[in-house]
């Protein structure tokens, strides 16, 4: 059983920035496809960034030029830095691995992002 757990929401202005982090127990997660999803109140879960097994990456279009997703195997951790934050980018944000040769999947509790305008 994989538990991640997601740290480093909290509230911020318009422009600021955050750094997420999630940690997984467990030995799979350097075989595991990375991902951090958002779900704003009254809306569906989306895709914000990805991040492959070998490194790769891709963002919503919502996105991109200013959030990035890295992970630390040595660690067993994904990140996501958040830049030039806006008030639409408030929602709770959930960790996800996937674990491919066994297509498990996992999600993280969640942890709030509020931007502020």
């Known amino acids: 059983q994989v538990q991640l757990v997601e740290s480093g929401g909290g509230l911020v202005q318009a422009g600021g920035s955050l750094r997420l982090s999630c940690a997984a127990s467990?030995?799979?997660?350097?075989?595991?496809?990375m991902a951090w999803y958002r779900q704003a109140p009254g809306k569906q879960r989306e895709l914000v960034a990805h991040?492959?097994?070998?490194?790769?990456?891709n963002y919503a279009d919502s996105v991109k030029g200013r959030f990035t997703v890295s992970r630390d195997n040595a660690k067993n951790t994904v990140y996501l830095q958040m830049n030039s934050l806006k008030p639409e980018d408030t929602a709770v944000y959930y960790c996800?691995?996937?674990?491919?040769?066994?297509?498990?999947?996992?999600w993280g509790q969640g942890t709030q992002v509020t931007v502020s305008s």
């Open positions: 467990g030995s799979i997660f350097s075989n595991s496809a």
């Open positions: 996800n691995l996937y674990y491919q040769w066994l297509r498990e999947n996992y």
């Open positions: 991040i492959t097994t070998g490194g790769s990456t």
